[in-house]
């Protein structure tokens, strides 16, 4: 309902305020009251509807509010209804107003006609007043056992309103027993329906403060309550198996029967019309054969059809909602739908966002069979009138180029694009060749004599000028007019963009040290503009320039001019881990937006059973596009989330530094990392990025600990009498600067249990067990076997905290602790704690 | 769960909006539209059907120009709330007989009604015209279909690019009839949109085939009904050896709703089900097999001098000369330097249209018929702004093809009898079973 209150307390001059109107109407409703004439229902019916009209459009009528209850003393259901939606408008904003209309609801709670016992029930949990809760208990609890399923149905709805009003009153009233048993018994699938809505939305706020409600909310995911679920699938709608088949995914099977016993009795669900149910059985499905490799796959093929037909059945956002997730199942596995590429043609009125989508799919299914006709097809899209669809084909072909292996035929259609004498397609062409040449430069012959007969002045865009620029300089003994071309370029000097400049700078650094005579004048000017340049990297590195030459020319050649090796793989701009929690997000908005939830919701709302840690905080702008410099030999594929906000950190650093040259750098710090197998000793970047030095000492500190199995094993047991506060909150930045400013109080190793190290298939499996223990993760990353972990923790009555690093490898069930403590006082007590939280994961 | 849901007009007036959860702010209507009005000069695109704006999630789709809107600030699932906003425009739709602002206006105490069953803090409860039926008691005040369909009545199978054609039938589920009885009567829609990308020698490229069965019915006591499809219907690729070859109907997949039983499905392709009330489609599917496409498409460009060049558009009717295809419009992207175009019609052409685009120069050729069999074809001179260079055939195209042709439909699935379970001896309703083909994307290239 539009705001009223609002619009009242600020009224528009261009509205008339209603006054007049309003009153009118009281005097109405006022005759009609007491009246007992026939007819007098259809009267009544058009005067509410008129009041209720003036409500939507922002007029105040909460002063009617006397006359109208008054009214609604009758049994015309109409009139009832309307009442009811007047009352459930007004009462929010005025307390008073609604204290009156309790004893209305309270006695319809009570009426013959369930309809109107329903819907009295409903206004009165509607309410959303604080200080009316203790009305709402008991119409409530005869609600809950009512006879009539509607009644029912409404009611659990309302013991959650109760809950949001006041948590305590629904607690105490002892509604969520009452819930769960109605859960377990009745034969109204709403019932059942809502019972579950409710319930997991109760204890997951619960469980927080209360073991026992944590229980309860694991108990929704154990054996005997899913399969009750299950078997009770065909009763509920279309809506409720969504919900069911949601909590079903969560649930993890005892044996590879269990999982196929649940994956036949769902498959005929993969047929149904409405694409929320196909999608929350897939990924039952998927979650289920996670550990079954082959299974999986198979559960790919069979999918398929079901998902390709909602794509092209119903609306175009649901098709693109559908399409989405087909997306992201042709990113994980393309050759599974190498032979489907037609389908991932785009059609010409296609929206946008669903042709970007189209054209990622087509780049990641090309492979040596269907390359030829996608790239056939993608050259069609480049002349298409949609210009940033263009673009992206462009785009795409070049992306197809780099992952071949036999791009003969597509460098020609790239060089057909130079020639298309299109300003956009030229300057998307221009940076893929250059992206290619990187990557082929066994290319450059035929590349180069085609790149050489584009003028400069039609290539405006400053990424595709500095992709020609670049190519100027690197490919200068193979251009006759290179230098010639650059000096031009020199004389725009003012014109061009930053990242021109600083292109223009070091190609014709390059073209000097190939040939000297005919660059030296055009040098002379570029570094002379350089170093009067008012952007302060392009002065930087003209400086720079200026004193390596001067200081060496040999030298300035072998930092300006190294040998370069071909790139091999271009950085992915996704880590694996986010992908893979994207993937764990499976049939939520995680896909759509291509984030992981804690990157789009606060704390509070990332729904039922998705647990969270507070990594996002660490990870702003990680998605961003990235690229690894030429130099940077073999990106790293595995680099996690938090590898690329080092990266990204030091290379702002570096900026800042005033040197752009950060391949060497940047380099030895990328490689240093994969050569431990692992990527997660980027976790350092945590500590901050202000003092390098310490940092990268602490780097191989943690090494050599890693190795270091010599600390004698915990005592795993006895119960600390320390007390955690269940609910603690740390920034990242915090936790940062306390880090780096605590000393270490405690570094052992500990066991895990065998059970332990088996359950821990991914760090979130860990995380939720030491959050019901009161121990908040920060951060976490790895994968099999190896994983760190930050956590937190806070003493119960004071703020203080601790802090621990925690490294685990589950191949030798050993955890290597690092514990800092405000306290020190009492940091081997917390110690002691967390090893026996630590160890008791796995056991229940 | 659903924080809020609202509807909005073109111009972003709220018709209809309820707030379920109070855990996002009132003004999110006005964030949302907008965000979406100003989306295109942010990226020049439009904007996609969810997105986020601090931390409110927004989905919303498109129905009869109107706007169905829902917000949440949980990570719920798109597929879900996509399909239920689609779903509460079906249900208020079989309410209200017809669909659009005036109706919802004029209606708005029983669409509020509607929304307080369908959802119920945030939760959805039943989508189902049927089962609203016992909670929802105002009744619609019909509103007078024709006058406020000043469009042609193919228009509203050109809603959206990819909507269903909705039935012809604007009764509400509730209404009665003026007589006061209802007439007993149930209508069965097989549309197929298809879609064609021809080669620029001519050659499919691709096409395929995306249909649905269509049920609407107004049947009293919900009597079962079978519906017998082609008995020669294969499902998916695997059963394409087993099949009788040649002839047969091969779907590459399909769907039903909740409400098919497909026990006999497998032995004779009948499908039975008790129709529920309203508006609802018994199956969906999909095919790729191959299909004789309805129109042939024929482009020739011809330059005349530097500045000049001609464009000769033929299109063929490929279909019996009984079936007749409605409201065709062929349009063409022209070089963007373009001044002008003039058009030849051929000689004694009846309710053709021609016209020039010019903001986005494009060409426009409209027919209201063409009857199986038949050959029309179009020259438009163009003019050009800057001498030609490089190849035109790049700088135009693709041509593509909107129609609608009743009665027909190219993948030869039948419904072949519609049986209704027997009340009485008297008992006959009247059963409408029809054919629509439709254009979903049809394009050839130059």
């Known amino acids: 309902m539009a705001p009223p209150a609002q619009s009242s307390r600020y009224p528009s001059p261009s509205q008339p305020s209603g006054k007049g109107e309003v009153s009118d109407l009281r005097l109405q409703l006022r005759q009609l009251a007491g009246s007992r004439a026939p007819g007098v229902d259809d009267s009544k019916r058009e005067l509410f509807k008129k009041v209720i009209s003036y409500m939507t459009i922002g007029i105040d009528v909460s002063s009617l509010f006397g006359e109208m209850v008054m009214c609604s003393v009758t049994p015309d259901i109409v009139l009832k209804k309307m009442c009811y939606l007047y009352v459930g408008n007004y009462a929010k904003v005025n307390p008073d107003l609604a204290l009156l209309t309790i004893n209305f609801l309270q006695r319809d709670c009570k009426d013959q006609d369930p309809m109107i016992r329903g819907l009295a029930l409903r206004s009165l949990s509607s309410l959303r007043v604080a200080n009316l809760v203790e009305y709402l208990v008991g119409p409530l609890g005869s609600g809950l056992k009512d006879n009539n399923a509607y009644v029912r149905t409404v009611a659990v709805m309302g013991a959650v309103k109760l809950y949001h009003i006041s948590a305590s009153t629904c607690i105490d009233a002892d509604f969520p027993a009452t819930l769960k048993h109605l859960m377990l018994n009745d034969s109204d699938s709403q019932v059942v329906v809502n019972c579950l809505f409710a319930l997991q939305e109760i204890w997951n706020s619960e469980s927080s403060k209360s073991e026992e409600a944590t229980r309860e909310k694991e108990g929704l995911i154990s054996k005997p309550f899913i399969y009750y679920l299950l078997n009770r699938l065909r009763e509920f709608n279309e809506w409720g198996q969504c919900l069911v088949l949601e909590l079903v995914a969560k649930y993890v099977p005892s044996d590879t029967n269990e999982n196929f016993d649940i994956m036949n009795l769902l498959e005929d669900r993969l047929q149904h019309a409405n694409g929320a149910v196909v999608l929350a059985t897939i990924k039952v499905f998927l979650q289920l054969t996670l550990s079954m490799a082959d299974v999986h796959q198979e559960v790919y093929e069979r999918i398929k059809a079901p998902l390709l037909t909602l794509v092209s059945s119903g609306s175009p956002e649901q098709s693109y909602a559908v399409l989405s997730h087909l997306h992201l199942l042709v990113m994980r596995a393309p050759y599974i739908f190498a032979s489907d590429y037609k389908h991932f043609y785009c059609q010409y009125n296609e929206p946008s966002y669903v042709k970007k989508l189209k054209l990622e799919m087509l780049t990641a299914v090309a492979n040596e069979s269907n390359t030829y006709e996608i790239v056939t097809e993608l050259c069609e899209y480049a002349a298409n009138v949609d210009v940033p669809i263009a673009r992206e084909s462009i785009r795409a072909v070049g992306k197809i180029a780099l992952q071949q292996y036999d791009v003969n035929a597509i460098v020609d259609r790239l060089l057909q694009f130079l020639e298309m004498e299109k300003d956009y397609v030229t300057a998307e062409a221009l940076v893929l060749v250059k992206d290619l040449l990187r990557k082929y430069p066994q290319w450059s012959h035929d590349c180069i004599a085609v790149v050489g007969n584009i003028s400069s002045k039609n290539v405006q865009e400053p990424k595709a000028k500095a992709a020609l620029i670049w190519m100027l300089g690197e490919y200068a003994q193979d251009m006759d007019d290179a230098p010639y071309i650059l000096e031009s370029l020199v004389e725009n000097w003012e014109e061009d963009a930053p990242e021109v400049r600083l292109h223009l700078l070091t190609a014709i650094m390059k073209c000097f040290f190939r040939r000297p005579p005919e660059t030296q004048k055009a040098l002379g000017i570029a570094l002379a503009a350089g170093v009067a340049d008012f952007h302060q990297d392009v002065h930087d590195r003209a400086l720079f320039y200026y004193r390596l030459l001067q200081y060496d020319v040999s030298s300035a050649e072998r930092v300006v001019n190294p040998p370069k090796q071909a790139v091999s793989v271009f950085a992915d701009t996704q880590s694996n881990e986010i992908k893979d929690r994207i993937f764990d997000e499976f049939n939520s908005l995680s896909v759509v937006y291509q984030k992981p939830s804690y990157m789009f919701t606060d704390k509070d709302h990332r729904g039922p059973f998705e647990f969270s840690d507070e990594i996002g905080n660490l990870t702003v702008g990680v998605e961003s596009e990235h690229e690894v410099p030429a130099t940077s030999v073999d990106a790293n594929e595995t680099s996690d989330l938090l590898l690329s906000t080092t990266e990204k950190e030091e290379t702002r650093a570096m900026v800042a530094n005033g040197s752009d040259y950060t391949a060497p750098l940047y380099d030895s710090s990328s490689r240093a990392l994969p050569s431990q197998g692992q990527s997660e000793l980027a976790i350092t970047s945590l500590l901050g990025t202000s003092d390098p030095g310490p940092q990268a000492s602490m780097a191989i500190d943690d090494l050599l600990m890693g190795l270091d199995l010599t600390a004698p094993p915990a005592p795993a047991s006895a119960p600390p009498s320390l007390k955690l506060n269940a609910r603690a909150a740390l920034d990242a930045g915090s936790f940062q600067r306390k880090w780096r400013e605590l000393p270490v109080a405690i570094s052992q190793e500990c066991e895990l249990s065998s059970q332990g190290a088996a359950a821990l298939t991914s760090a979130q499996a860990l995380l939720q067990h030491m959050q019901g223990n009161s121990i908040q993760c920060i951060a976490s990353g790895g994968q099999s076997p190896n994983f760190k972990f930050f956590f937190f923790a806070q003493k119960a009555e004071e703020p203080s905290v601790f802090l621990v690093e925690c490294k685990i490898n589950t191949s030798t069930a050993k955890a290597q602790l690092n514990i800092k403590a405000e306290d020190q006082s009492t940091s081997h007590e917390f110690s002691a704690l967390f090893q026996s939280a630590l160890s008791r994961f796995g056991m229940s | ?446």
């Not at chain 2, 029983?110 to 609203?132: A, K």
């Not at chain 2, 009717?317 to 009984?322: C, G, K, V, Y």
């Open chain 2, 1 to 446: 769960m659903i924080s809020q849901f609202f509807v909005l007009s073109q111009r972003g007036d709220n018709i209809v909006f309820r707030d379920y959860r109070g855990d996002v702010q009132k003004g999110s209507a006005e964030i949302f539209f907008r965000k979406v009005k100003f989306w295109k000069d942010d990226g020049e695109e439009e904007a996609p059907p969810v997105f986020n704006v601090d931390g409110v999630n927004y989905f919303h789709v498109k129905v009869v120009g109107l706007l169905f809107v829902a917000t949440t600030r949980v990570n719920m699932s798109p597929s879900l709330v996509l399909e239920l906003l689609q779903r509460i425009a079906r249900v208020i739709k079989d309410y209200l007989g017809i669909l659009n602002e005036d109706s919802i206006r004029k209606n708005f105490v029983l669409v509020y009604e509607l929304l307080d069953e369908v959802i119920d803090f945030g939760y959805v409860q039943t989508t189902s015209t049927e089962v609203l039926k016992s909670y929802v008691f105002n009744e619609p005040i019909v509103i007078d279909a024709a006058r406020l369909q000043p469009l042609n009545p193919a228009s509203m199978f050109m809603q959206g690019t990819k909507r269903m054609p909705g039935t012809a039938v604007t009764k509400s589920v509730v209404a009665n009839d003026p007589g006061g009885r209802k007439r007993e009567e149930i209508f069965v829609d097989i549309i197929e949109k298809i879609s064609v990308t021809f080669s620029s020698s001519g050659y499919i490229l691709t096409s395929e085939i995306d249909g649905t069965i269509q049920m609407k019915s107004y049947l009293s006591g919900n009597p079962e009904i079978r519906l017998a499809l082609n008995e020669d219907l294969a499902i998916g690729t695997s059963d394409y050896r087993s099949s009788s070859g040649s002839g047969s109907v091969i779907l590459d997949d399909c769907n039903f709703h909740e409400s098919v039983r497909l026990d006999s499905f497998d032995i004779d392709r009948t499908l039975s089900l008790v129709p529920p009330d309203g508006e609802f489609p018994v199956m969906n599917y999909r095919m790729t097999q191959e299909f004789k496409p309805p129109f042939r498409i024929n482009t020739l460009i011809e330059e005349a001098g530097s500045l000049r060049a001609e464009v000769i558009l033929k299109i063929s009717a490929e279909f019996p000369s009984n079936i007749t295809a409605n409201t065709i419009i062929v349009q063409m992207p022209l070089p963007k330097y373009t001044a002008r175009a003039t058009f030849e019609l051929e000689a004694g052409a009846v309710g053709q249209t021609t016209d020039f685009k010019e903001s986005t120069k494009r060409l426009e050729w409209g027919l209201k018929k063409i009857s199986g069999g038949s050959e029309h074809t179009l020259r438009a001179k163009l003019t050009f702004s800057q001498e030609l260079h490089g190849n035109i055939t790049k700088e135009a195209g693709p041509v593509s093809l909107t129609f609608t042709i009743p009665m027909y439909n190219v993948s030869k699935l039948q419904v072949k009898y519609l049986q209704i379970a027997k009340k009485s001896s008297s008992y006959n309703p009247y059963r409408w079973v029809r054919y629509v083909t439709q254009a979903n994307s049809y394009v050839a290239r130059i």
